[in-house]
């Protein structure tokens, strides 16, 4: 089979895959790898490559097609490795958000303040959604957000700044080629699931996986997505519109796991840390709604109005004002400084990410991250 071209390759994956509900027979770990390899080769065409994906989706992916795509898109990640002895990579949906403004996009520069060396990976966009995403919002605040995985490691490791942000284009172009096709597809693909659980930067010695999810059967696809990507821990969110922070307003949870032990499920509780809100998240103010309305591929220009909102009530927040972007931050940084073990209790997490804004030390590290000479042109990096 291997001797064979990758067109009579793809065409017998199709084959065992889109027959129907019933008929449909799942892909090997190899035969899912082989198969994307293909893909990401630029080997087959568009037309085949959308059957492929949608029709693993449609008959539900198996662990060994999830690993082995896993496997071709982590073997095309350029990469590097932070001085810093752990690090910690959050993911929220790389197509972004539309029912509240997202405050993960300054959640590195607080668990930096805090002492946890932070990379926030994504893109500028992606469908179906088409909302903010953490690329916009570090954009409008004047980051670079072209850095190359080794001039990201640099900046973990600089004391005045301690995170940054990846863009995909810089660490996996070719996954980030397919973007007009997905475009194209309307519909999720195994690939939103898979693209958060990659790892362009590491840690030293132990690398965290932060992100977030909406359906209850994933937590464990994710496990077993981070463990076999390399990760030495991982908690994932029942976040707010799938992203990496819970609602403001209720209860909710999260799955963890750490080195050798196995998915834990915990509750998470706003009120226990001070924080009750009416609202899940922070308000998109009304005459900025309709932009949200006018999105599409290529066209996010519609969204600048709330993305400059979005940076205004950010900055304003690592600057210790109080308010919904505050305290979203405060939920965000607790529950990973209690997750990685810097907080040995939620009181502990949240004092701690308190002071880091309110003493301004979280704004500091946000500004420095602005410096200009820390781009990069190249697109592809290693």
């Not at 009579?8 to 899912?32: F, H, N, V």
Request: glycine residues 8%.
């Amino acid at each position: 089979m291997a001797t064979d071209s990758p067109q009579r390759r793809m065409r017998s994956y199709l084959q065992r895959i889109a027959t129907g509900p019933e008929l449909s027979k799942p892909l090997s770990r190899d035969q899912a790898r082989d198969g994307f390899d293909m893909i990401l080769n630029n080997e087959i065409d568009p037309v085949q490559v959308a059957i492929f994906l949608i029709a693993l989706r449609m008959k539900r992916e198996t662990d060994d097609e999830n690993l082995g795509v896993l496997e071709a898109i982590a073997g095309r990640c350029r990469s590097a490795t932070a001085q810093a002895g752990d690090v910690m990579l959050l993911a929220d949906p790389f197509n972004g958000f539309v029912r509240g403004l997202p405050a993960t996009p300054f959640l590195p520069a607080v668990l930096a303040a805090c002492g946890l060396p932070v990379c926030l990976h994504g893109m500028r966009q992606a469908g179906p959604k088409y909302g903010i995403t953490g690329h916009q919002v570090l954009q409008a605040a004047g980051l670079p957000v072209d850095l190359s995985p080794a001039r990201a490691a640099g900046q973990l490791d600089d004391p005045r700044v301690g995170w940054a942000y990846l863009d995909q284009d810089r660490y996996l172009p070719e996954l980030h080629d397919l973007c007009p096709l997905r475009d194209k597809m309307v519909k999720r693909s195994l690939i939103s699931t898979l693209e958060v659980a990659i790892k362009p930067l590491s840690g030293r010695l132990r690398t965290h996986l932060c992100t977030g999810y909406v359906h209850k059967a994933y937590p464990p696809v994710y496990e077993s997505l981070a463990r076999h990507a390399g990760f030495q821990s991982m908690v994932l969110v029942k976040g707010v519109e799938g992203g990496c922070i819970p609602s403001l307003s209720q209860v909710s949870r999260c799955f963890a796991f750490s080195d050798d032990s196995g998915l834990e499920m915990r509750r998470l509780s706003p009120f226990s840390l001070g924080i009750e809100r009416r609202q899940r998240m922070i308000p998109i103010d009304d005459a900025l709604l309709e932009g949200f309305g006018r999105t599409g591929f290529n066209r996010t220009e519609a969204l600048s109005p709330a993305v400059s909102a979005t940076v205004e009530q950010g900055r304003e927040a690592l600057a210790g004002l109080p308010g919904p972007m505050f305290d979203s931050l405060v939920y965000g940084a607790s529950i990973a400084l209690v997750h990685t073990g810097l907080a040995e209790s939620w009181e502990r997490a949240a004092n701690m990410s308190r002071r880091a804004m309110e003493s301004g030390h979280a704004r500091e590290r946000f500004e420095a991250a602005c410096a200009p000479a820390a781009s990069d042109s190249s697109r592809a990096v290693s």
